[in-house]
T-cell receptor, first 116, second 116 residues
């Protein structure tokens, strides 16, 4: 899976939107973009994923650049409970030919700090 | 509640002790994983099990011994650990899809291990 680059940390105010960037300049045409987050003292949790089009769910929105070399996770109205480390991960599409699961490779992610 | 339960939440052990970490998933998944998260480091994938068969061992020392008796349970047996093995140990599960790109991992809250 191709590599991603994220800022080490970001700070935002409560009740304001947050835009978390991720660069993936070596992305291939078959890489899905996944976001996970890890709250303090918890395991990571899935947030959202997409391939080419922008995606929305109840947690966040994912905006994918037209050339797919970057993406942005958008939290529309941050709360203190959104303070976490956010990970941007690429997953290459391939049919299960017997290899099965092989896990996710996590980087350092972005530590999001929310100020009240 | 992610559907992945890990016990115990905290464990303190001496270097000569033998202990086991337990993970149970209630999601009907067919793949399970062990990850290690040391302070200030990214998550490291340790072991992968597909349909109860170990398919990946990322150069983990033999003092860590995984066991997967069925697709819902995963153990990590520990013996003669070193202080540098102190870390958060996370279990995850997933349903291996045909489309690897869409696969989502569900994590437990982890076991915080301290080796004295």
């Amino acid at each position: 899976d191709a590599k991603t680059t994220q800022p080490n940390s970001m700070e935002s105010n409560e009740e304001e939107p947050v835009h978390l960037p991720c660069n993936h300049s070596t992305i291939s045409g078959t890489d899905y973009i996944h976001w996970y987050r890890q709250l303090p003292s918890q395991g990571p949790e899935y947030v959202i994923h997409g391939l080419t089009s922008n995606v929305n769910n109840r947690m966040a929105s994912l905006a994918i650049a037209e050339d797919r070399k970057s993406s942005t996770l958008i939290l529309h109205r941050a709360t203190l409970r959104d303070a976490a480390v956010y990970y941007c991960i690429l997953r290459d599409v391939k049919r299960d030919s017997g290899g099965g699961a092989d896990g996710l490779t996590f980087g350092k992610g972005t530590h999001l700090i929310i100020q009240p | 509640e992610t559907g992945v339960t890990q016990t115990p939440r905290h464990l303190v052990m001496g270097m000569t002790n033998k202990k086991s970490l337990k993970c149970e998933q209630h999601l009907g998944h067919n793949a399970m994983y062990w990850y290690k998260q040391s302070a200030k480091k990214p998550l490291e994938l340790m072991f992968v099990y597909n349909f109860k068969e170990q398919t990946e061992n990322n150069s983990v020392p033999s003092r860590f011994s995984p066991e997967c008796p069925n697709s819902s349970h995963l153990f990590l047996h520990l013996h003669t650990l070193q202080p540098e093995d102190s870390a958060l140990y996370l279990c995850a599960s997933s349903q291996v899809p045909l489309d690897r790109g869409r696969e989502k991992l569900f994590f437990g809250s982890g076991t915080q291990l301290s080796v004295l």
